[in-house]
């Protein structure tokens, strides 16, 4: 049984999100970067996620993928750590977790693509336009100091990033709101922690490719 947690990661990947969420839970990991490519298309890591892809994280003989999947599941399989409210208190973290792994990770990609989805055709997509996104977004991170309330959880953790990356890149919009949300949380320590570390593995990575 493995009761470590390893990380299959790519210190280029949503790997990201997950290293920082081990941080912040706090217990020990192993982490196994692979190359873009080959690495991830082997037999052995295929039996572990057929997408060929990264984050995947087994934990216990489990094999969860999916970044928002493994933030949650990180924050039950370590309950301690408190990054999920209680389960009738679970109505904003399930909301902004999922809306984050839908709606703003669609509209950012399809805005990013170039993609735009007709007005008369918004009613067939999830997220509707990369507008009302944005403004959902915005309320979401202004209501509060976090997602559920005046403590963080898994849900700012994998939101967060997702603010933190379009703003870097300049996929979602430029709002003072979004920098306020992003500066709460990436002054973080454990944010601090899994940035280094991934930064420092982008450097070994580079070299040996």
């Not at 049984?1 to 990661?9: F, R």
Request: proline residues 7%; aromatic residues 12%.
């Amino acid at each position: 049984m493995t009761t470590t947690p390893i990380l299959y990661t790519n210190p280029m990947s949503r790997g990201r999100i997950v290293r920082w969420m081990l941080e912040e839970v706090g217990v020990p990991y192993e982490t196994v970067v692979l190359p873009y490519g080959p690495s991830m298309k082997t037999p052995d890591f295929l039996a572990l996620n057929p997408m060929g892809k990264v984050p995947t994280l087994v934990h216990n003989e489990m094999v969860i993928t999916e970044a928002a999947a493994i933030c949650a599941y990180l924050a039950d399989a370590f309950p301690d750590a408190g990054f999920a409210p209680s389960l009738e208190n679970r109505g904003a973290y399930y909301r902004w977790l999922f809306f984050a792994a839908g709606s703003l990770e669609n509209a950012v990609t399809n805005r990013s693509l170039g993609f735009e989805i007709p007005e008369e055709k918004r009613g067939m997509v999830g997220y509707g336009s990369f507008d009302l996104v944005m403004d959902t977004l915005e309320g979401a991170v202004t209501q509060q100091p976090f997602l559920t309330g005046e403590r963080i959880s898994a849900a700012d953790i994998y939101l967060g990033s997702h603010i933190g990356w379009g703003l870097q890149f300049k996929s979602i919009e430029p709002r003072p709101a979004f920098y306020a949300y992003w500066d709460r949380l990436s002054k973080r320590p454990a944010y601090e922690r899994a940035t280094g570390l991934d930064d420092a593995a982008i450097g070994g990575y580079t070299r040996s490719s």
